[in-house]
């Protein structure tokens, strides 16, 4: 639920007692307000604390009791105790599931702590400065009920240049966990021997063909990472060398405002699937500008929806806009993203921007 959303609903229990005390004012004896009285902690319980849940309990039954004090001339004695049992039963109930609620939501803190601790490990923030490129990075992790997923990044200076990765391994849960880790682990001895992207990515398909080897069932074979591979080389950062294995196109931001979107020459499919189909990798060169920023990212942030089902659309929303650096690039991408949802996305988002400073 969006936090406005939820904070609204915090307030409907006081509107249910007001509402039964206003229905019981406007209608004759004969209608009863116990169902308003009996929603209110009800409603209370899963959104509150204990303290708040009780103390709507205890107004609602004042209120009750109040009603029927107040109507006790018009009302049988036996439908009074009635209605009053009822809310007071209700309440107690209500006191019990906001219990059970509150110990449900410790247990899932307590594992999404352990998940992104995990994470931390993992997907260390990279150092600001990497031969002289900017740099930053962000792992934002789903809504607190969706399992750890196995989004990745990694930046390594290399003695054939600056070299990056950002990917999204299919699934979800430990097994994702562990195949990023077999991912940036290949990636990292790969990118300071190979003289290319190619041999890189090369490197990653039998990494991860080992790793589905020692798996089961349909794992074993619908395994796969949708990657892209990029290049900023030490004798000419002006050139920008982009491999891509079915992952969304990196942006590049202009100090002008201007922007590309560096889509492949020619599409691929993800690591991990060379049993499906496979042809000769081939890297993608273009110009990078000093001053430009380079924007990577992963599909939680091209599948993003708000509350109408609409894709948030990174090329339309950075568009024309400057940013100073990297981390205030990310910071707004994560920034607009959680506003576009209304709260935590559905998906991991894994971010990396780096930008080459003016005048190198």
């Known amino acids: 639920m969006p936090p406005v959303a939820r904070r609204l609903a915090r ?22 307000a116990a169902p308003f009285f009996s929603a209110a902690p009800l409603v209370a319980a899963p ?3 204990l303290r708040v849940t009780a103390l709507t309990a205890l107004a609602a039954m004042v209120g009750e009791i109040w009603v029927v004090v107040y109507r006790s001339a018009a009302l049988d004695y036996h439908e009074s105790v009635t209605e009053v049992a009822t809310v007071f039963v209700v309440a107690l109930l209500a006191l019990g599931i906001n219990r059970v609620v509150r110990l449900s939501d410790d247990r899932l803190a307590s594992v999404r702590d352990v998940s992104e601790a995990a994470q931390r490990a993992l997907l260390p923030l990279p150092p600001g400065r990497v031969a002289g490129l900017a740099v930053a990075a962000r792992y934002v992790g789903a809504r607190a009920d969706a399992r750890i997923g196995g989004d990745l990044y990694a930046v390594q200076d290399t003695p054939h240049g600056v070299r990056l990765i950002v990917g999204d391994v299919r699934g979800k849960g430990l097994e994702a966990v562990e195949a990023a880790v077999v991912v ?37 074979y619908e395994g796969f990472t949708t990657a892209v591979l990029a290049e900023i080389p030490s004798d000419g950062p002006s050139v920008l060398r982009v491999l891509n294995r079915g992952h969304p196109a990196p942006l590049m931001l202009a100090p002008d405002g201007g922007l590309r979107e560096l889509a492949p020459a020619a599409p691929a499919l993800p690591l991990g699937m060379s049993e499906v189909a496979s042809w000769p990798d081939r890297a993608d060169e273009t110009f990078f500008p000093a001053g430009s920023l380079l924007l990577l990212f992963t599909d939680g942030v091209t599948e993003a929806r708000d509350l109408r089902g609409r894709f948030y659309d990174a090329s339309a929303r950075l568009r024309g806009r400057r940013f100073p650096g990297p981390d205030s690039l ?31």
């Open 47 to 49: 959104l509150c604390t």
């Open 330 to 360: 990310l910071d707004t991408l994560v920034e607009e993203v959680g506003r576009h949802t209304g709260g935590a996305p559905a998906d991991d988002m894994a971010l990396l921007a780096v930008q080459r400073p003016m005048g190198a």
């Open 11 to 32: 307030w409907l229990p006081a509107v249910l007692i007001v509402g039964g005390l206003a229905f019981d004012l406007a209608t004759p004896p004969s209608y009863t």
């Open 184 to 220: 940036i682990g290949a990636f990292r001895e790969a990118a300071e021997q190979e003289a290319g992207l190619e041999g890189v990515a090369a490197r990653l398909e039998r990494a991860l063909q080992r790793e589905g080897g020692r798996r089961e069932g349909l794992d074993r």
